[in-house]
C-alpha cells in the first residue's frame, strides 16, 4: 500500500470525545460526542479534514484559486475561503440559492467578510449543471492566466476521504487513552465524504466497527452508490484494491424532513431541548437532523446491541443564524 497522500496541517486537532452522560441516561445507551465543531474558528466542522488534503493536492499542481460549490449557508464554502484566505489563495464559491440578493448573514456572511468571489446559481441548475459551470469558471481563470483548482461539494472525493481515514486513526487513540471502545460511530450524510471515510478506514484496518449514517438529504440509495463510488476513488490513490459494495453502506433515512437545509419545528425544538440538556449546539442542517434521527432510532430498537455509541459533531453553529425567528424560544 502507498503512503497516504500530503496534506496541510490547519485543524486544531485532536478533537476532543465527551460522554453525554445526561442524554445516554434519556436514551440508555452509552453516548459519546467527537467534538470536530472545534476544529477552529473560520473553518470550524468536519470540512476542515478533507479540506487538508485537497488543498494540499491543489498546491502540488500549482493552484491560486479554489473553486468549489454548495448552498447559500454552506460550512464546506465557508471552510473553504477561509483556507483560501490564511494561504493567500483566491476563492470562488458558486452558492445555491432562490434568492437574486440574499442577505449576508451566517455562513454567507464570513464568505464576504473573508473575500470570496461569488457567482448564484438556481438549485434546479446547480442540480444538473454545477459541474459544467465550475469547469466553466476554471478556464476563465486560466484565460486571465490564474489557475483553478475544482473541490467538488462537501470536499467528498477520493482525496478528500483521507480526512475521516486519519479521523479514524485519531479515534482509535482515543480509545487507548479514555479506556473505552466504540463499536458505533454515527455521522450526518449530505455529500457522502465524511462516511466514506470512516468507512475506508474501518475496512482497510479491520476495525469491524458499526458506522451508521442518517442522510439530510437525497435518498439511502443514492448515498449508499455514492459512498461505495467515492472509497473506490481513495483506494486508486494508495493502490490497494479495497471495495465497499453499496448493500455493505449502512444508512438510515426518513429524517430529511421538509428538504435540505430546512427545519421543522421538531426539529429545531429537539436542537433547543438538546443544547439545555447538554451544553452542546447542534446545527439545523446536519447534526441537528442527525441527531433526532439517533435519538428517534434509538427508540426503535435499532441500537440495542450498541454498547457504546460515538456520534461525531461535524460543526454548523453559523447556520443558526439565519434561522434564529424559527426557534420557539
Known amino acids: ?15 476532543r470525545i465527551e460522554k453525554l452522560d445526561r442524554f445516554s441516561q434519556k436514551t440508555g445507551v452509552n453516548v ?6 472545534l476544529t477552529g474558528t473560520e ?12 488543498v494540499q493536492e491543489a498546491l502540488d499542481q500549482g493552484a491560486d484559486t479554489l473553486i468549489t460549490c454548495g448552498g447559500l449557508q454552506s460550512n464546506h464554502c465557508r471552510a473553504t475561503a477561509a483556507v483560501a484566505a490564511r494561504l493567500g489563495l483566491k476563492s470562488c464559491l458558486l452558492l445555491r440559492t432562490e434568492a437574486p440578493d440574499p442577505l449576508a448573514d451566517g455562513n454567507y456572511l464570513i464568505d464576504r467578510l473573508l473575500g470570496a468571489e461569488i457567482h448564484f446559481i438556481s438549485p434546479e441548475d446547480y442540480r444538473t449543471q454545477r459541474s459544467e459551470v ?3 469558471l476554471a478556464e476563465g481563470f486560466e484565460k486571465m492566466g490564474r489557475h483553478g483548482y475544482i473541490i467538488p461539494e462537501g470536499a467528498s472525493n477520493g482525496i478528500g476521504t483521507f480526512g475521516y481515514l486519519t479521523c479514524m ?8 487513552e479514555l479506556g473505552v471502545e466504540f463499536d458505533t460511530i ?3 450524510v449530505g455529500s457522502g465524504g465524511t462516511l466514506s471515510g470512516l468507512m475506508l478506514a474501518n475496512k482497510l484496518y479491520g476495525l469491524n466497527k458499526r458506522i451508521v ?6 435518498d439511502v440509495e443514492f448515498f449508499q452508490n455514492r ?5 473506490s476513488e481513495a483506494a486508486a490513490y494508495l493502490d490497494v484494491p479495497v471495495e465497499i459494495r453499496p448493500d455493505e453502506v449502512e444508512i438510515w433515512g426518513g429524517y430529511v424532513g421538509l428538504g435540505y437545509a430546512i427545519s421543522q419545528q421538531k426539529e429545531l425544538d429537539f436542537i433547543r431541548d438538546f443544547s439545555r440538556l447538554e451544553g452542546i449546539v447542534l446545527d439545523p442542517v446536519y447534526t441537528g437532523k442527525c441527531m433526532y434521527g439517533f435519538f428517534n432510532e434509538v427508540n426503535n430498537g435499532r441500537f440495542d446491541t450498541s454498547k457504546n455509541v460515538l456520534f461525531l459533531h461535524a460543526g454548523g453553529l453559523f447556520g443558526e443564524f439565519p434561522i434564529r425567528n424559527q426557534f420557539a424560544l
Open 169 to 176: 486513526q485519531e479515534i482509535l487513540q482515543q480509545e487507548k
Open 1 to 15: 500500500m502507498r503512503p497516504l497522500p500530503n496534506r496541510l496541517k490547519l485543524a486544531e486537532l485532536p478533537t
Open 213 to 218: 449514517g442518517i442522510n439530510v438529504c437525497d
Open 227 to 231: 459512498v461505495s463510488q467515492i472509497v
Open 43 to 54: 473553518w470550524s466542522g468536519n470540512k476542515i479534514r478533507k479540506l487538508e488534503f485537497s
Open 32 to 37: 459519546y460526542i467527537k467534538r470536530d465543531d
Open 186 to 188: 454515527v455521522d450526518a
Open 134 to 136: 465550475m469547469q466553466e
